[in-house]
């Protein structure tokens, strides 16, 4: 390390925002569970990221990597363009815009500026935990670790009290916890998360953080605690992570016949609890039910939803029709009419697609934006250490074709976690 970064890890300011980004890294799993209502849930590790950006204008600069600046510089393209969309959008509106049938947050605009507010906050803090990763690895990974096991125990609390049929305790800022009826069972399945896919998707980057630290034991557990969020994705994700390990481990240190010892004990694990999932029916119902049982309402939804954002992509390719505008556009360009809504008030549409929402509110220019900062993180990773880093990544790009949103802090922490830790081992980048 140079003498100008020991003199800066020296300062106050550092060590403060040394125990920030560690309680942003703790907290990523409390997004909704300890939040505070203000028409949006605050979270903890956003107040956190304030705090270390008030730190970092003390101090006049933001501590950063030089993999992470590289990586960070389509985002910023992309937060420009987006702002050049919306305000021109502002001006003379695409014909379509609709918005009186449902609640919105803040209208069209307002929601537009929201997003990008939100994802400067995920990139401010994918620049700070990759800082941190590179300088403090053990530190950072305890406080993943240790999020993540709190949020499990949670999760399997409220599992248990469904079994128990006991009103369970529900953490400040959650009023209802999502359920899924699974046979004759109705379990609850998002911990301390909003929705079970968000909580699912954690779980999997999870895993992968913790068989990057050697800690096998957890990563089964979490895994574990995976299949308890009922997310058809995440549970395929997490399939493929685990075959990924073990068809090329990134630990190979060790005698043949131990690793052949370690692999079999690992497959015979893998049978049993397939067998279980088969024999109780999980199986059936929540992934081969969900792909291709009888029930085609959610599928044929979900076709739906992207049909619309590939409508929207065609009408206006090159830029979209604008940041967290999908919702203010669906009635125009919808496909088909087969959303039914739950509540007597509609909710705002959305594309449930990280990369069809991008086409359809970003056009070709913020979809290849984002690829090239998802190439960027993936050159990171070619390290055989990093191997169960990059087999989360190749979970995650599955999970986005059914996720809501880019701008959820965990992924974003992820991404940091990579170009962190890379910078330690000469051999990560391609």
Request: charge should be positive; proline fraction near 5%; glycine fraction near 10%.
């Given at each position: 390390?140079?003498i100008?970064?020991?003199?800066?890890?020296?300062?106050?300011?550092?060590?403060?925002?040394?125990?920030?980004?560690?309680?942003v890294v703790?907290?990523?799993p409390?997004?909704?569970g300890?939040?505070?209502?203000?028409?949006f849930?605050l979270?903890i590790?956003e107040v956190?990221l304030?705090?270390?950006?008030?730190?970092c204008?003390?101090?006049?600069?933001?501590?950063s990597?030089p993999?992470?600046?590289?990586a960070?510089?389509p985002?910023?393209?992309?937060?420009?363009f987006?702002?050049?969309?919306?305000?021109?959008?502002?001006?003379?509106?695409?014909?379509g815009?609709?918005?009186?049938?449902f609640?919105?947050r803040?209208?069209?605009l307002g929601?537009?500026?929201?997003?990008?507010?939100?994802?400067?906050l995920?990139?401010?803090?994918?620049?700070?935990?990759?800082?941190?990763s590179?300088?403090?690895?053990?530190?950072?990974?305890?406080?993943w670790?240790?999020?993540a096991?709190?949020?499990?125990?949670?999760?399997?609390?409220?599992?248990?009290?469904s079994?128990?049929g006991?009103?369970p305790f529900?953490?400040?800022?959650?009023?209802?916890?999502?359920r899924?009826t699974f046979?004759d069972?109705?379990?609850?399945?998002?911990?301390?998360f909003a929705e079970?896919?968000?909580f699912?998707?954690?779980l999997?980057?999870?895993t992968?953080?913790?068989?990057?630290?050697?800690?096998?034991?957890l990563?089964?557990?979490?895994?574990?605690?995976?299949?308890?969020t009922f997310?058809?994705?995440?549970?395929?994700?997490?399939?493929i992570?685990?075959t990924?390990v073990?068809?090329?481990?990134?630990?190979?240190?060790?005698?043949?016949?131990?690793?052949?010892?370690?692999?079999?004990?690992?497959l015979?694990l893998?049978a049993?609890?397939?067998?279980?999932?088969i024999?109780?029916g999980?199986?059936?119902?929540?992934v081969l039910?969900?792909?291709?049982?009888?029930?085609v309402?959610s599928?044929?939804e979900?076709l739906?939803?992207?049909?619309?954002?590939?409508?929207?992509?065609?009408?206006?390719p090159?830029?979209?029709?604008?940041?967290?505008?999908?919702?203010?556009?669906?009635d125009r360009?919808?496909?088909v009419?087969?959303y039914?809504?739950?509540?007597?008030?509609?909710?705002?549409?959305?594309?449930?697609n990280?990369?069809?929402?991008l086409?359809?509110?970003?056009?070709l220019?913020g979809?290849?934006?984002?690829?090239?900062?998802?190439?960027?993180?993936?050159?990171?990773?070619?390290?055989?250490?990093?191997r169960?880093?990059r087999?989360?990544l190749?979970?995650?790009l599955?999970?986005?074709?059914?996720?809501?949103t880019?701008?959820?802090?965990?992924?974003?922490?992820f991404?940091?976690?990579?170009?962190g830790v890379?910078?330690?081992?000469p051999d990560?980048?391609e």
């Amino acid at each position: 390390m140079s003498i100008g970064a020991l003199a800066y890890k020296a300062t106050p300011t550092g060590g403060v925002r040394r125990g920030l980004a560690l309680l942003v890294v703790a907290t990523l799993p409390f997004a909704l569970g300890l939040t505070i209502d203000l028409r949006f849930p605050l979270k903890i590790y956003e107040v956190a990221l304030g705090l270390a950006a008030l730190s970092c204008l003390a101090d006049l600069r933001v501590p950063s990597l030089p993999a992470a600046r590289r990586a960070a510089l389509p985002l910023i393209g992309l937060l420009g363009f987006a702002l050049a969309v919306l305000l021109v959008h502002a001006w003379a509106p695409p014909r379509g815009l609709e918005w009186s049938e449902f609640e919105s947050r803040f209208g069209p605009l307002g929601d537009g500026i929201s997003k990008i507010l939100y994802i400067t906050l995920a990139l401010f803090g994918f620049l700070l935990v990759a800082w941190q990763s590179s300088r403090d690895e053990d530190a950072v990974v305890r406080a993943w670790l240790l999020g993540a096991c709190f949020a499990s125990a949670y999760a399997w609390y409220l599992v248990l009290s469904s079994l128990a049929g006991v009103e369970p305790f529900l953490l400040p800022g959650i009023t209802e916890s999502q359920r899924v009826t699974f046979g004759d069972l109705t379990l609850m399945r998002a911990g301390p998360f909003a929705e079970g896919n968000y909580f699912g998707l954690y779980l999997v980057l999870s895993t992968a953080v913790a068989l990057y630290a050697g800690r096998r034991g957890l990563a089964l557990v979490l895994s574990a605690t995976a299949l308890t969020t009922f997310s058809t994705v995440n549970i395929l994700g997490l399939v493929i992570l685990w075959t990924l390990v073990l068809a090329r481990p990134a630990d190979r240190s060790g005698t043949i016949s131990r690793r052949v010892l370690y692999g079999a004990g690992a497959l015979m694990l893998i049978a049993a609890v397939a067998a279980a999932l088969i024999s109780t029916g999980y199986l059936q119902s929540v992934v081969l039910g969900k792909l291709t049982g009888e029930d085609v309402g959610s599928r044929l939804e979900r076709l739906n939803q992207a049909l619309t954002g590939l409508q929207m992509f065609r009408a206006h390719p090159i830029a979209g029709v604008g940041l967290s505008q999908y919702g203010y556009y669906y009635d125009r360009y919808q496909f088909v009419s087969v959303y039914l809504p739950i509540d007597p008030v509609l909710a705002k549409h959305i594309a449930n697609n990280v990369y069809i929402e991008l086409l359809a509110e970003l056009g070709l220019v913020g979809l290849l934006l984002f690829v090239a900062f998802l190439i960027q993180i993936w050159r990171q990773t070619k390290a055989p250490r990093l191997r169960p880093l990059r087999y989360g990544l190749v979970s995650m790009l599955l999970a986005l074709n059914a996720f809501p949103t880019i701008s959820v802090m965990f992924l974003w922490a992820f991404f940091g976690f990579i170009v962190g830790v890379s910078s330690r081992h000469p051999d990560a980048v391609e």
